[in-house]
């Protein structure tokens, strides 16, 4: 009997002549499908789960399934690319790649793949966004023999160097393909386009990022966040739920969690501009089209009418887009609109196809139409009716494998879900109306605010892509690593001629005025160039040595202050104030040497402080140069002098960005003599070769005093 | 309506009785084997069904022994269009009047013919008059499209509850699977007994557009395109050179009388095995079965090819310039799936690359560090005599001819020094892991019982993988490396980056 509704429906949105539809509905009864009775459906027998929770604050979802002789266990832990520290970017990915291939400290990885492999097991880990997994299986009788493997990898990894140095071998191979596979370069630039290309949820990592990773990041990123209060297991197979808690409970037993769950924050989201963006790829034979902008949590109230809503617009056989585009266009083998809720942030709603480059615009502008029109009138009842159907009649699947039921269950822990959250979901799925879909099409389907993304060959279009509107070329040119430094072996010769060479420059810029200087303070101006264009500021700072700084400056948004109070960092712009990252913090310490012509580096050379190398003769930025490199803390630092080693041309160094770690070159110009001391009164920053920042400056003094004030932070206003 | 390749390695099976000397507490795993029921309904039409009644659902495979390996010149592609064709509809679904519909298709395809003979025209064709007759089909396709219900077949399944609706067409078979609820088996039944007796080909020429935007898409990804150029480098006479989605010539010339007399040959009922795994009851369902699918056509059993591909002489390569990363390819003739050796050839990938503790795993992975990832498998082609290939896939900065010299490194190595017992234990392992996951799904489950009974002749082969399996020696695997891995029986295919290629075609617009 639904199926005279869904003919109606079928023939209405393909705007065939009523007068077909009403044919259908006569002829309807021939259709062999329409005379069946089906039994009323066997009940689902959703499995007993046990949930428990170990001393050690672990939480455990257990389920007994006694089909196969086999156990699976899955770990989800708290902290994934959302927990990599600012400046570390290919963190999480470097973690789950080096994790199971690193071993533990019990067994090398080596000894591991032996192991597992003559038991017929597994243990693999991945990170995602939110969450590392864990996961591990096991043939019954071998349980014993796997779990205390498994346990210490939640507990004792080993990150052993050379696996850490063949997972980063592996990751730049992954780099050096991300762009031969179309669908992942348009999902990967889709999700830039929607959470900004530095969320977590579209973090991309480059070679310089995973080069500047070290063992010791991976390890502290496990001690942070592997802990048993942050860990939900789930087991689920042949074994009886008590012994399998006892026996995780003397597995972890040895694992504690000290302090609170370290705070990871969550990630900003917007609503996504409208954009048409193109990416060239000559090897396609079609055109790629994703369309999407921001959608949903799963939990939204609307979520129902938008799942149904999506469905009938692009999800299945009998879909809007899929009859349209592909069935009778003839355009595509892809079609299909779809949209995925986040759990505890907006997913994405989104649009696909592929189709030759002639019929690029056709294809687009074919798609659009499917989604205004939903937004234009209510959907028939037959669509409803066939997409409710849908879910409900498929809810079985829901519980057709114990895998798929204790992954849901580990999901609705991790989130805060309840438990029978997809059960509340099909309910609400039954109550939705076609009022409602048409209130949730325009309420939460945003065609003018899609990010449009073509991948292909724009010679070869049917119609330029400005017919859409302005279009945005994103080139995915992957960015060569930097050279690597080959430091020269450090020899006694070369250290003493690096020492003597700092020494020389020092005494030229005033020994005495180094050895009695206690703070610089300095205006002037600087031009940024920022996204937006340059930017004058007028701005002033306050340098105490050897780690306090105050610099104040004049922008378009007011004014901002930013200090560094020896181990501590803030910034206030108008009532707005807001601490600043230890990452930040030590970003900040580490560039003070570089102050005043690098002041303080001078002072330490004649105190024989620095450890300093000679590399010899160079050019910097077009000058003849001695090249000195000095150890600062665990980095190296390359200081350029003068030929005659009277004057600090600059400095090169590798450094935290906004754009991730990269090389900032600073130069130094225009010294003059102020109280005894050579300083320079201008001076040039650029990253990666880009002039970033000028600074010249009107005045500078030494020694000149200054207020305890400017270090005192003043009461926070709440962030906003 | 997939065209994907199929990987399922007929998943190393074990019987049974061996698993469960050591594993006796996973109760539903027991009596797997016998609580398989097959009929062959007198038509010709064997059906096999697995009663797991957990939950309440089943999964259910239609096995056409039909594939690419089938077609001939002029044809290729075509045993893929049937397989989209076959979700068109019938006399009785997808229509509103069929009558007429069938009136204008008998026009479609009049003017189609004639653009066909007049594209073909030599010295050349006359391109007024294929312009005219391309009009003539548009205008035809749309009076024809007035009698259709778009998608019917899909819309009425996706409304019952159905999963993963779809098809797929390799060298050697076309499969059509999904799963349903499991009091809707009729509603399957039904359908494929409609679909299979009377299916009508309609909106014929739209959908072989739809079926060429899939081979762009194909064409879109690096390792396709190598090897859509290398099966043909590997096979001279064999059909398992043309690669399934056939060319683009042959899909716009193939006629929707091309593709019912594909039908007419190899969709009769003993052509055909249905496999149903789940919630079912065999005392009810198979009354229900025998009225509906005994109800296809018997037809008669197509005969297999005769084509044999000869022994190769001499080393063959193809090296493919690309602005994708490096990639090889390295493949050895070897004989098909009913080969007493075969199980020899699953021993080899197993020792070779399942798992970390592999030796080609080891060798260019974790010591030379030559690879990102390699492996070796023995899928594409089961039926006839086919391909045992490896595969690396080169780390950055590292090249396929290293990769390649680590590889043969590993196979000279594997003639010369007998597998450890450690190494059997471990295949033995892996091989028990492997049939626990094809049966863990229904669906996988349903998949492997159509392969088995299809390419080797019984369902039973399923459970009778891991006794082979133990059955094979470390000499065996010797000596089948040593007659195997031989350089004149070998092909390679490379993917060689180079810069990217200047565009082709016509100048911006």
């Given at each position: ?5 869904a003919?109606?429906?079928?023939a ?7 007068a ?24 689902i027998?959703?499995p007993?789960?046990?949930?428990e929770?170990?001393p050690?604050?672990?939480k ?13 266990f899955?770990?989800l832990?708290?902290?994934?690319v ?5 400046g570390?970017?290919?963190l ?18 080596d ?7 003559r038991?017929?097991a597994?243990?693999?880990t991945?990170?995602?966004e ?10 019954t009788?071998?349980?014993d ?9 939640l ?6 160097q ?10 730049r ?11 992942a ?7 830039k386009?929607?959470y ?6 579209a973090r991309?990592?480059?070679y310089d ?10 390890l502290?990123?496990?001690?942070t ?5 942050g860990?939900?297991?789930?087991a689920?197979g ?6 399998m ?13 000290s ?5 990871i924050?969550?990630?900003a989201t917007a ?7 193109y ?27 938008v ?9 299945g ?14 355009l595509a083998?892809?079609?299909s609109?779809?949209?995925?809720p986040?759990?505890d ?11 030759k480059p ?7 502008a074919a798609?659009?139409?499917?989604i205004?029109?939903?937004?234009e009138a ?6 409803l009716k ?6 409900l ?5 829901e519980?057709?494998?114990?895998a ?6 580990a ?7 309840p ?9 609400a ?8 879909i048409?209130?949730v ?6 065609p003018e605010?899609l990010a ?5 060959r ?12 302005k ?12 050279p690597?430094e ?6 006694p010769e ?6 003597t060479?700092?020494v020389?420059a ?7 005025a180094?050895a ?5 303070t ?10 937006m264009g340059?930017?004058?500021l007028n701005?002033?700072a306050?340098?105490v ?14 004014a ?11 910034m206030?712009m108008?009532?707005?104030q ?5 990452s930040?913090?030590?970003e900040?310490?580490?560039g003070?040497?570089t102050?005043?012509g690098c002041a303080?580096?001078l ?5 024989g ?8 003769k160079a ?7 001695e090249?000195v490199?000095?150890q600062?803390?665990?980095k ?5 002098l ?5 004057e ?8 935290q960005t ?13 010294y003059?003599t102020?109280?005894?001391l050579?300083v ?6 650029k990253v990666k070769g880009e ?7 009107t005045?500078i ?6 207020s ?6 003043p009461?926070a206003?709440?962030?906003k | 309506m997939?065209d994907?390749m199929?990987h399922?390695?007929?998943?190393g ?6 698993l469960l000397a050591?594993?006796?507490s996973g ?6 084997e ?12 064997k059906v ?6 957990s939950?309440?659902v089943?999964s259910?495979?239609?096995?056409a022994?039909v594939g ?9 592609g075509l045993a ?13 679904i997808?229509t509103t009047d ?7 298709m ?6 189609f ?17 294929v312009?005219?007759?391309?009009a003539?089909?548009k205008?035809?396709e749309?009076d024809?499209?007035k009698?259709?219900?778009p998608?019917?077949i899909?819309?009425?399944i996706?409304?019952?509850g159905?999963?993963?609706?779809n098809?797929?067409t390799s ?11 499991s009091n ?5 039944a ?8 009377h299916p009508?080909?309609?909106e014929f ?8 935007e899939e081979?762009?898409m194909?064409?879109s ?7 859509d ?18 060319h ?14 594909w039908?007419?040959?190899?969709y009769?009922a003993k052509?055909?095995t249905?496999?149903?795994v ?6 009810t369902?198979l009354?229900?079965?025998?009225r ?6 018997p037809?008669?059993?197509p ?10 002489r001499?080393e063959?390569r193809?090296?493919m310039e690309?602005?994708?990363q ?10 098909a799936?009913t080969?007493p ?13 399942e798992?970390r ?16 990832a390699?492996?070796?498998?023995t899928e594409?082609?089961q ?7 490896f ?15 680590a ?5 000279e190595d594997?003639?010369a020094r007998?597998?450890?017992a450690?190494?059997?234990?471990a ?10 996951d094809s049966?863990?799904?229904n669906?996988?489950m349903a998949?492997?019982l ?5 390419l080797?002749?019984d ?10 399996i133990d059955a ?14 031989v ?6 295919g ?7 290629k200047?565009?082709e075609?016509?100048a911006?617009?």
């Open positions: 009997m639904r199926i005279n509704q003919l109606v429906m079928v209405a949105l393909a705007s065939v002549a009523l077909g539809s009403l044919a259908a509905a006569e002829r309807a009864p021939k259709n062999p499908v329409d005379r069946l009775v089906y039994p009323k459906l066997h009940d027998k959703p007993a789960v046990v949930r929770t170990l050690n604050g672990m455990l979802l257990l389920i007994e399934d006694h089909d196969l002789p086999e156990v699976v899955r770990a832990v708290r902290g994934g959302d927990a990599e520290p600012k570390e970017r290919g999480a990915a470097l973690f789950g790649a080096a994790y199971r291939s690193g071993g533990t400290t019990a067994m090398s990885g000894q591991v793949d032996e192991l597992l492999d038991l017929g597994e243990i693999d991945s990170v995602a939110e969450y590392g997994v864990v996961s591990g299986k096991t043939l009788e071998n349980l023999r796997m779990l205390p493997v498994y346990a210490d990898f507990m004792s990894p080993a990150f052993a050379d696996k850490v140095d063949l997972a980063k071998t592996h990751l191979g992954a780099i050096a393909r991300r762009n031969d596979q179309v669908f370069v348009a999902g990967r630039e889709m999700r386009l929607i900004g290309a530095d969320s977590p949820f991309q990592y480059e990022d995973i080069d500047a990773l070290t063992r010791a990041d991976l502290a990123f496990h001690r966040y592997y802990r048993p209060d860990t939900i297991l789930t689920a042949d074994f009886k739920a008590g012994e808690k006892a026996k995780l409970a003397k597995a972890f037993a040895g694992w504690k969690a302090g609170p769950l370290p705070v924050p969550r990630p609503p996504t501009t409208g954009s048409i963006n990416v060239e790829k000559k090897d396609l034979e079609q055109t790629f089209i994703i369309m999407a902008h921001l959608g949903m949590r799963l939990d939204d109230p609307d979520y129902p009418a799942n149904l809503m999506s469905e009938i617009l692009g999800g056989f009998a879909s809007r887009i899929f009859v349209n585009v592909r069935t009778k266009k003839g083998y892809n079609a609109g779809w949209t995925s986040g759990m942030h907006p997913g994405v709603v989104g649009f696909f196809t592929s189709t002639e019929t690029t615009a056709e294809a687009l798609t659009l139409e499917e205004r029109k939903i937004r209510p959907v028939t009842d037959a669509e066939r997409a409710k159907d849908g879910y009649n498929g809810y079985a699947f519980y057709d494998s114990t798929k039921i204790v992954d849901r269950l999901g609705y822990e991790f989130y805060g879900y438990q029978d959250f997809n059960v509340k979901l099909r309910d799925i039954e109550r939705v109306t076609k009022e409602d048409l209130r099409a325009q309420k939460d389907l945003h605010n449009i993304i073509a991948i292909g724009a010679d070869q279009f049917d119609k330029p892509l400005s017919t859409f509107g279009v945005n070329t994103i080139d995915i040119t992957i960015p060569e690593p930097k690597k080959t430091a020269a072996e450090a020899t070369s250290l003493a001629r690096g020492r060479l700092l020389a020092a005494k030229a810029a005033g020994e005495a180094l009695g200087l206690k703070d610089i300095s205006e002037g101006v600087t031009t940024a160039n920022t996204p340059a930017m004058e701005g002033k306050t340098f040595l050897p780690d306090r700084v105050h610099n104040e400056m004049v922008t378009p948004m007011g901002m202050v930013q200090v560094l109070d020896r181990d501590a960092a803030w206030t108008g009532e707005r807001r601490s600043l990252p230890p930040a913090v030590e900040m310490r580490s003070l040497f102050e005043a303080l580096l002072r330490e050379a004649l105190a402080k620095v450890t300093a190398q000679a590399l010899g050019k910097f930025e077009g000058r003849d140069a090249d490199q000095v600062l803390g665990d190296p630092v390359h200081v350029y003068s030929a005659d080693a009277g600090v041309l600059g400095v090169r160094r590798m450094a906004p754009e991730g770690p990269a090389e900032v070159v600073e130069s130094f110009g225009a003059q102020v109280a005894g050579r320079p009164f201008e001076s040039t920053e002039v970033k920042a000028e600074i010249k400056a005045s003094k030494l020694n000149a005093g200054y305890e004030d400017l270090f005192k932070r009461a206003a709440p962030a | 997939k994907r199929r399922v390695r007929l998943l099976a074990a019987a049974p009785f061996l050591g594993m006796a109760q539903g795993f027991k009596d797997l016998r609580q398989v029921v097959e009929k062959t309904l007198p038509n010709g039409l096999i069904l697995l009663p797991r009644p939950a309440p089943i259910m495979v239609t096995y022994d690419g390996v089938d077609e001939n010149q002029n044809a290729t893929h269009i049937f397989e989209h064709m076959a979700f068109k509809g019938t006399t009785t997808g069929y009558a007429k519909e069938s009136e204008a008998k026009r479609e395809d009049q003017v013919l004639a653009l066909r003979a007049e594209r073909l025209h030599r010295p050349k064709p006359d391109e007024a008059k312009k005219q007759l391309e003539a089909l205008q035809a749309d024809a499209g009698y259709v219900v998608n019917e899909g819309e009425i996706e409304r019952e159905g999963q993963g609706l098809a797929f060298f050697d078979q076309t499969v059509y699977h999904y799963s349903l609820p809707k088996l009729e509603l399957w039904t359908i494929e007994a409609e679909r299979f007796s009508v080909l309609r020429y739209k959908e072989k557009d739809v079926i060429m081979k762009r194909g064409q990804q690096p390792t396709y395109r190598l090897l150029d290398f099966m043909p480098v590997a096979f001279k006479a064999s059909m398992y050179r043309s690669f399934v989605i056939g683009m010539s042959d899909l716009r010339g193939i006629s929707r009388d091309d593709a019912k007399a039908f007419a040959k190899y009769g052509n055909l249905s496999v149903i789940g919630d079912v009851d065999p005392a369902a009354p229900m079965l025998a509906t699918l005994g109800r296809i056509p037809g008669e059993k005969g297999p090819v005769i084509t044999e591909e000869p022994p190769q001499a063959k193809i090296t690309d602005p994708s490096p990639f090889v390819f390295i493949a050895y003739h070897k004989p799936i080969d050796d075969n199980a020899v050839y699953d021993a080899i990938t197993d020792v070779l690359a798992g503790s592999t030796r080609m795993y080891k060798a260019l992975v974790k010591e030379k560090k030559v690879a990102l390699t492996g070796a498998f594409l082609g039926k006839y005599p086919g391909l045992f290939m595969y690396a896939v080169p780390n950055k900065g590292r090249t396929n001819a290293e990769c390649e010299a590889i043969y490194e590993v196979i594997l003639k007998p597998v450890t450690d190494e059997l234990e295949l033995k392992a892996k091989e028990k892991a492997k049939f626990l049966i863990d799904s669906m996988g998949m492997s159509a392969f088995a009974e299809n080797e002749g369902w039973r082969e399923t459970f009778r993988d891991l006794d082979k094979v020696t470390p000499a065996d695997i010797q000596r089948v490396a040593v007659k195997t891995f350089k004149s029986n070998r092909t390679v490379t993917i060689e980056t180079v810069a990217e200047p565009a075609g016509p911006a617009k």
